[in-house]
């Protein structure tokens, strides 16, 4: 018998047969590759960050294999898809896709613009300044098939260094004149070294204090994206910094809405959940800010703020507690917050204030927002706020004539409730309170009491059989029953 020993060579891989196919939804229809920051557009279409932003920046509006042609106004990170997608490659053994970058994407892009008129693809290429030049034929063949094209313009002659957002008043392309300024900033942001860190933050700070054309020209995706790493570090100086710049960036009108589109929100958040005190200070801030822009209201609910909002009504800064509130009067102005906030018990929370008389003013607007929807009422009067305001009223325990007339605005609001709203203020002697406090308030006061008396006084078939007192008693019989069960 022989002594040779027969070797095996055995390799562990996949057959490519076996692996699973790539879901179409997972695929970016600009680009065609796996999506590696996915982002929901406006008309509810995803896409890779950077083909987005190519795409307004070139003007560029592509008709998708529908049909359907997507809408870019609003931008919002995909956090959900991203991570199914790396769960996905991490179940099939692939590895995560990487992001290409603004370059790729514009050159695509630019590609794709050009297929639609040939003939003056050489024109086109002369105007992009040399930033994108096609090199054949068969390179201009390589756009994917399933994309066409619906612009109109052509391409936006440009040189040098730029940055982009939306195609809306506050977001138009601009040539960076601080382009070398920028690139020096962002060496130090982006230093492996916590003191160059420290140094650029503080840096950044001071620059956009007070210079509103610097703001404007530093709120760039490069400068964000630096930010947005830098406002989660674990060294103070360079946390509360890094919120403090973001704060005045935030400043800027033309700003506001690129912030929130470049992802920065979810970190805002964090810290505003277990940051630095003074970090926590100018996130509140940050976020006031951020949500004075209407495009951005439903955007920054959606994004999950609500929650940590609501539990720095409670923080030991007065700073944080005011800017909260602030925050929270301006996001409870779209109903879909207004839902979010009832859903998570904000109703009970803000009228426990109310009675302590903790910040009464900026809570009674939050509750003024929450009564104009048909669940905020239903939940202030099932938590007796018709009786809490009416206490107040009596009391007249009120910091200023003002948040009198919120308190008066946010029982108007309550006295659309119907029935409901009748039963209770008739329990509370509201009528007789009210007659007494339109004789001696403001002229805007009088005007919600006079409101409020009309909807008391107005008589109808149902209530001509209303026994109040029955009404009354089988809610409390309702809860008790829902007590019991429960």
């Not at 040399?130 to 066409?148: A, Y």
């Not at 589109?261 to 958040?269: A, C, E, K, T």
């Amino acid at each position: 018998m022989g002594t040779s020993k027969q070797r095996w060579r055995i390799s562990f891989h996949k057959s490519p047969s076996k692996q699973p196919p790539i879901p179409i939804e997972f695929v970016c229809p600009i680009s065609g590759s796996l999506m590696a920051d996915p982002v929901i557009v406006s008309s509810g279409h995803t896409f890779e960050r950077h083909c987005v932003h190519a795409c307004k920046s070139l003007s560029f509006t592509p008709v998708l294999p529908d049909g359907s042609i997507p809408d870019f106004s609003t931008v919002i990170p995909n956090l959900a898809l991203k991570s199914t997608i790396l769960n996905f490659c991490r179940s099939s053994f692939l590895d995560p896709p990487k992001p290409i970058n603004f370059l790729t994407a514009e050159n695509l892009v630019f590609t794709l613009k050009a297929t639609r008129n040939p003939q003056n693809l050489a024109k086109d290429a002369a105007r992009f300044n040399g930033v994108r030049v096609i090199q054949s034929e068969t390179e201009l063949n390589r756009v994917p098939s399933h994309i066409s094209t619906s612009s109109e313009e052509s391409v936006t002659p440009r040189s040098g260094p730029t940055y982009y957002s939306s195609s809306s008043a506050s977001d138009v392309e601009t040539l960076n004149p601080n382009s070398i300024e920028e690139d020096e900033l962002l060496v130090k942001l982006k230093s492996s070294q916590i003191s160059e860190q420290e140094e650029a933050v503080i840096s950044f700070r001071k620059l956009t204090r007070t210079r509103e054309e610097t703001r404007f020209q530093l709120c760039t995706p490069r400068t964000l994206s630096a930010l947005r790493v830098l406002i989660t570090s674990r060294y103070v100086s360079v946390q509360v910094n890094s919120v403090a710049a973001l704060v005045n960036l935030s400043l800027e009108n033309r700003n506001k809405v690129k912030i929130l589109r470049s992802g920065i929100v979810p970190s805002l958040i964090d810290v505003l959940k277990s940051g630095f005190q003074e970090s926590q200070e100018h996130v509140a801030g940050a976020l006031f800010s951020l949500a004075l822009d209407d495009q951005n209201k439903t955007a920054i609910g959606v994004l999950g703020a609500l929650p940590p909002l609501l539990h720095a009504l409670r923080s030991e800064s007065e700073r944080t507690r005011h800017d909260s509130a602030l925050a929270l009067y301006h996001l409870s102005l779209v109903q879909s917050n207004r839902a979010k906030l009832v859903k998570l018990g904000a109703v009970q929370a803000l009228l426990g204030m109310v009675k302590t008389g903790h910040m009464m003013g900026r809570i009674l607007l939050i509750l003024c927002n929450l009564a104009a929807s048909s669940e905020g009422r239903a939940a202030m009067l099932d938590g007796s706020a018709v009786e809490c305001f009416v206490c107040m009223l009596r009391k007249g325990e009120f910091d200023s004539e003002s948040t009198r007339e919120n308190c008066l605005a946010a029982l108007y609001g309550l006295s659309h409730g119907g029935l409901r709203f009748k039963g209770l203020a008739k329990e509370a002697a509201a009528e007789e309170l009210l007659i007494q406090v339109e004789e001696m308030g403001s002229e805007r006061a009088k005007d919600k009491v006079r409101k409020i008396l009309e909807v008391l006084r107005q008589k109808d078939e149902e209530e001509e059989e209303v026994d109040w007192e029955k009404l009354l008693n089988s809610d409390d019989d309702i809860s008790q029953a829902r007590i019991s069960s429960s």
